[in-house]
Structure formats: structure tokens, C-alpha cells
Nanobody
């Protein structure tokens, strides 16, 4: 069984910072692309940041220059450093990973989500 467990969410004031972590555990061969998504109340889930196994990154326009995605491959962990937070960043943040196991190649896994609330 593969699990993704997020941590680091919370309540922060406008302009503040938070760092989210997502650790993969279980039996698997390789983690390929990892992504962070978010979903605000009444809105669709949207992609926020992407990082490939080689370290290439991509960001939604709304977070460029404020958020930084990184990964620690030996720890099977992806991070999202969020700076200059705005009330519109308030959402549940989910990590997603494409993982190779013994039986399935590049299956997608989701974390349980972590709440980020930015007060004005």
C-alpha cells in the first residue's frame, strides 16, 4: 500500500508563510512527477505546482514568485514553501504523486489534504 501524508497547514495572516510537506510511504519502486493541488470552497480543484523526478518545476500563474516546490528524493518527500500568502490562497491543499509499484506503472495517488487558511 502506498500512502501520501501531508502536514504543515494552518492559519496564517496575510503576508505570512507556511511550508507544506508530503511524504510517501509504503512499497514502491519510483516516484515520478509530484504535484500540489488546492481546492477552495465552492471551486474546482486546481493545480498549483509541479515538480518532475529530475527537478523541473512549473507553477500556476496565481502563485508564481510566491510559492516554491521542491523535493527530497531520498526522503520521498515533496515540499511547498508558500510566501506572501493572500486570503485567496485559502483552500485545502493536496499532494499528488505518480508512482511505479511492482504491479502498476505511474499510478496516481492523493494525499488526504491539509487546510490552509489566510486571514485578512
Amino acid at each position: 500500500q502506498v500512502q501520501l501524508v501531508e502536514s504543515g497547514g494552518g492559519l496564517v495572516q496575510t503576508g505570512g508563510s507556511l511550508r507544506l510537506s508530503c511524504a510517501a510511504s509504503g512499497s514502491f519502486l519510483r516516484i515520478a512527477t509530484m504535484r500540489w493541488y488546492r481546492q477552495a470552497p465552492g471551486k474546482q480543484r486546481e493545480s498549483v505546482a509541479t515538480i518532475t523526478s529530475g527537478g523541473d518545476t512549473g507553477y500556476a500563474d496565481s502563485v508564481k514568485g510566491r510559492f516554491t516546490v521542491s523535493r527530497d528524493n531520498p526522503k520521498n518527500t515533496v515540499y511547498l514553501q508558500m510566501n506572501s500568502l493572500k486570503p485567496e490562497d485559502t483552500a485545502v491543499y493536496y499532494c499528488y504523486a505518480e508512482i511505479d509499484t511492482d504491479s502498476v506503472k505511474l499510478r496516481g495517488y492523493w494525499g488526504q489534504g491539509t487546510q490552509v487558511t489566510v486571514s485578512s
